[in-house]
């Protein structure tokens, strides 16, 4: 059982930076590749980035390549995600979510979810 905790949410103006962190609880958190999802309103929530469990390799869509940057910390049981140079469009509730999976990008192979965060971005 495992249990995410998301943080570091807010309105920020396009253009800004936002780090994202989820928390896990208990002593298996290096046995889960991690995931960000996000669910912008009257949209499906859709996959935006994952980390492996240890080696840190890491998979993100091509809207976010070259802003936002997943990564982990297995001493804190803590995932993050970097958002520079955001845009209007990021607005979402983002969640992030645990995997035994390699390097999941399908919501289906994801067990544990976090309660989300709500990123603003304003034009």
Request: aromatic share 10%.
């Amino acid at each position: 059982q495992v249990q995410l905790v998301e943080s570091g949410g807010g309105l920020v103006q396009a253009g800004g930076s936002l780090r994202l962190s989820c928390a896990a609880s208990g002593r298996t958190f290096s046995s889960y590749a991690m995931g960000w999802f996000r669910q912008a309103p009257g949209k499906e929530r859709e996959f935006v980035a994952a980390i492996s469990r240890s080696e840190g390799r890491t998979y993100n869509i091509d809207s976010v390549k070259g802003r936002f940057t997943i990564s982990r910390d297995n001493a804190k049981n803590t995932v993050y995600l970097q958002m520079n140079s955001l845009k209007p469009e990021d607005t979402a509730v983002y969640y992030c979510a645990a995997s035994l999976g390699i390097l999941p990008s399908t919501q289906s192979r994801y067990a544990y979810w976090g309660q989300g965060t709500q990123v603003t971005v304003s034009a």
